[in-house]
């Protein structure tokens, strides 16, 4: 059982091994060739071991029939000519037969009961004496006979001069042939270990990387076939790279901004359990949870900023009614403004269709409303307009807050960045969602003061081509 599963895994290795295929296709292909090279170098052999047997056959038949003659008393006499036999002896111990006949029928010498080929001078074989032999019969005129009548003289030799002939004409080429598949093979096994060099060094070069060290390659360390698979290697661990990076930033992020709340819950948690007082625990009590609520939604906007940030996940491409989307997430927002007595409306103009993360799409919408009614004084009025202009869609969001100072417009949009003054009690990541979403779909974010005061931030994405799903 051993022995069978060690051969079993040989096979399956030698089937995983792109040398031994290259090599087993190539030698298969030279072998198919070759095959047919014997079939058809069998065939030209034989023609030619018949082609020498039949002419030597002819050959033996004139002789023969030039020793016939007619004597004074008119009747035919054949002297066979030794040498008409002799040029048959080759050292393979063939039979020789013959037979010399009038034109009427009369035998004149030779073995009477030799068939006759039935096509002049061309060999052909016969069956005599229960064996196969080749045979061929020559017309030939007489002086003294009749109108110088024809006689015929068939002779007829066993196969095994020319099958000696064909087998080492064959068995020549064969041997030819063999060596070529040799050479081949050895040529084909130099040329892969060649070619194959750089792929290996590749795998080297790979396995010798530290687990950390996610630097390109150089594709032109390897044959133009496998550049491709150099820069497959390179984008992906290009994106293995960024995942890690943006791994990091969130381990550090979160541990950076999750320390001081929960410090703070701590201390609010024992504060409520040593309190005596009933109201004063109630109030601390209250902090407690309003704190709870806070580190939610720091840790909820932590793990939206890290799945907005690039090759973090894989890429989505959906397609959004941004429209709907917008109508669904003020409404989810109602409760939230009337709560701080905000006039909070929405225009649409009909469907607006964009492409993209359809949840970090959504998100973005989230964070922008959530921000605009937050940092709005109570009493104050936030519109989010959504709209087609051309190949862009347009979203903005305003609203008659404190607004935000022209200086700092760019620097609201770096992570946990906050106004000085501000009153919401915000973490300082919503705009910088904003920025990675609008990024990653290819579109531009811009702040600006509204007419009358307050801050507009406006979107603009790309519409979704006719036809997208």
Same mark, same amino acid.
């Given at each position: ?43 030209t ?5 018949k082609?020498v ?11 023969i ?106 068995l020549?080429?064969f ?46 360390m ?26 990091r ?19 609010q ?36 900023l ?48 964009? &492409? /993209? #993360? *359809?949840?970090? @799409?959504?998100?973005m919408? !989230?964070?922008? +409303? ?5 940092? $709005? ?45 501000? &009153? /919401? #009690? *915000?973490?300082? @990541?919503?705009?910088?969602? !904003?920025?990675? +979403? ?5 579109? $531009? ?25």
């Amino acid at each position: 059982m051993s022995r069978l599963r060690n051969a079993l895994t040989g096979v399956w290795s030698l089937r995983q091994s792109l040398r031994a295929q290259l090599l087993a296709w190539v030698v298969l292909t030279l072998v198919g060739a070759i095959c047919f090279n014997l079939y058809d170098s069998y065939r030209t052999a034989d023609q030619t071991a018949k082609l020498v047997s039949d002419r030597t056959l002819l050959s033996s038949a004139r002789v023969i029939a030039e020793a016939v003659r007619v004597d004074e008393g008119g009747n035919i006499e054949a002297d066979i000519p030794p040498a008409a036999l002799e040029m048959f002896d080759t050292g393979y111990g063939d039979q020789v037969f013959y037979q010399v006949i009038t034109a009427w029928g009369n035998l004149v010498s030779g073995f009477p009961d030799l068939p006759l080929p039935t096509v002049d001078r061309t060999g052909q074989d016969v069956t005599f004496r229960n064996s196969t032999v080749r045979a061929l019969t020559l017309n030939h005129p007489v002086v003294g006979l009749p109108d110088d009548g024809d006689i015929s003289v068939t002779v007829a030799i066993t196969h095994n001069s020319q099958y000696a002939l064909r087998r080492r004409l064959w068995l020549d080429d064969f041997s030819k042939q063999f060596i070529l598949v040799l050479l081949a093979g050895a040529v084909t096994i130099i040329g892969l270990q060649r070619g194959l060099a750089p792929a290996l060094r590749l795998r080297d070069a790979v396995r010798a990387r530290g687990r950390e060290r996610l630097d390109p390659l150089s594709p032109a360390m390897v044959q133009t076939e496998f550049q491709p698979l150099v820069r497959a290697l390179n984008d992906h661990m290009e994106r293995v790279q960024n995942q890690m990076a943006a791994q990091r930033r969130f381990v550090s992020n979160a541990a950076h901004q999750l320390r001081t709340p929960l410090a703070l819950m701590s201390t609010q948690a024992s504060v409520a359990a040593r309190e005596t007082d009933e109201m004063k625990r109630d109030e601390a009590l209250q902090a407690l949870r309003s704190s709870t609520r806070h580190m939610s939604r720091l840790a909820s906007q932590l793990l939206t900023l890290s799945r907005a940030e690039p090759g973090s996940r894989r890429p989505r491409s959906d397609t959004i009614d941004l429209s709907a989307a917008a109508r669904d997430i003020v409404a989810a927002h109602a409760e939230q403004a009337l709560q701080r007595d905000i006039d909070l409306g929405l225009e649409v103009s009909g469907p607006v269709p964009v &492409e /993209g #993360d *359809g949840t970090m @799409l959504r998100e973005m919408l !989230v964070n922008l +409303v959530d921000n605009a009614i937050r940092y $709005t004084r109570r009493g104050g009025r936030v519109t989010i307009s959504v709209r087609r202009a051309g190949e862009l869609a347009v979203l903005d969001v305003e609203d008659n807050g404190p607004g935000i100072p022209a200086d700092e417009r760019e620097q609201v949009f770096e992570r946990f960045y906050r106004v000085l003054g501000t &009153e /919401g #009690d *915000g973490s300082g @990541l919503g705009l910088a969602i !904003v920025r990675e +979403v609008v990024d990653g779909a290819g579109g $531009t974010v811009a702040l600006a003061e509204a007419d009358g005061g307050g801050l507009v931030i406006s979107v603009r994405l790309p519409v979704a081509a006719a036809g997208s799903a």
